[in-house]
């Protein structure tokens, strides 16, 4: 079977485990960085911008997200999978392509979260994400042209990544671009 850059094709065709596949790496990196608690003790001790949403969205958010992205690059996977003749499949220059961006925007968007709260390097983190953003922005690109529906299933994730920047840049200019441990928030 094919291998994308990082992955086999069976991940990505395989509708369940594309979908399962984001939710739960994403969740495991979400329990490591917050496995003391200091995810929320450090959220709750930081200045935020206008429009700053509740703790509890951004679980619900991000699942939800993972989810639809998953279930994208399988869609891409098999619309860009012919089968022969011979009862070969063949995976189009462009379906690789995008699954070497989903891998690597996804990679991205692991290490926001260690970058921002673990690290506590709010500008490293925003560097991360305009990163994020740029791969994101190219593999919708890919899709616009080739599968539509996987492209329709991306835009929320574009969506809340905007919103997501102008929070990370929001917080990082109220605070100094410094996370400290404890830190009292001035209202």
Partial sequence: ???????????????LVS?????TTGSLIGYHTNRKGRTKQIYHSLKKP?????????????TALYGMMGFAIHHATVSGTIATMDSSTIVQDWAVKS?????????LNHLWMPLFFMLRKPAWALADILLLGGNVAALMHI???????AFWLMTPYAAWLGFATYLNAGVGVLNQWTIREGQKKEE
Avoid: E, G, N
Avoid at 1 to 15: D, E, G, T
Avoid at 143 to 149: G, L, Q
């Fill in 99 to 107: 699954q070497t961006l989903y891998i690597s925007q996804l990679a």
């Fill in 143 to 149: 899709w616009w042209k080739h599968d539509r529906v």
């Fill in 1 to 15: 079977m094919p291998w994308s850059v990082a992955l086999p094709q069976a991940i990505f065709a395989h509708p």
């Fill in 50 to 62: 206008p429009l700053y949403p509740p703790t509890w969205l951004f679980p619900c958010a991000w």
């Fill in 19 to 23: 979908v399962v596949t984001p939710i």
